[in-house]
Nanobody, 122 residues
């Protein structure tokens, strides 16, 4: 079993920063893509940013230039630095990881964290 634990959420005023972390634990051989998603009340979950194992990144247009995704493969940890936050960034943020658990199997498992609330006030 693989567990993803997010931390770093909270309340902030518009224009301020927050940094989210996502730590993966359990039986892990390697992690392919890792990503941050968010879900605002009454809306569907959407992709915020994704990072591959080699560090390639992609961002939603709404966060480009403001958010930075990164990872530490040695620690199986991913980060999301959020700057210039806006009220519309308010949502529950979830981390996701595509995990290969065993060296003898190429099968991967998609794992999700429990979510962390980010609230941006104007």
């Amino acid at each position: 079993q693989v567990t993803l634990e997010e931390s770093g959420g909270g309340s902030v005023q518009a224009g301020g920063p927050l940094r989210l972390s996502c730590a993966a634990s359990g039986i892990i051989f390697s992690i392919n893509d890792m990503g941050w998603y968010r879900q605002a009340p009454g809306k569907q979950r959407e992709l915020v940013a994704v990072i591959s194992s080699d560090g390639s990144t992609n961002y939603a247009d709404s966060v480009k230039g403001r958010f930075t995704i990164s990872r530490d493969n040695a620690k199986n940890t991913m980060y999301l630095q959020m700057n210039s936050l806006k009220p519309e960034d308010t949502a529950v943020y979830y981390c996701n990881a595509d995990v290969r658990r065993f060296s003898y199997s190429s099968r991967t498992f998609s794992s999700w964290g429990q979510g962390t609330q980010v609230t941006v006030s104007s």
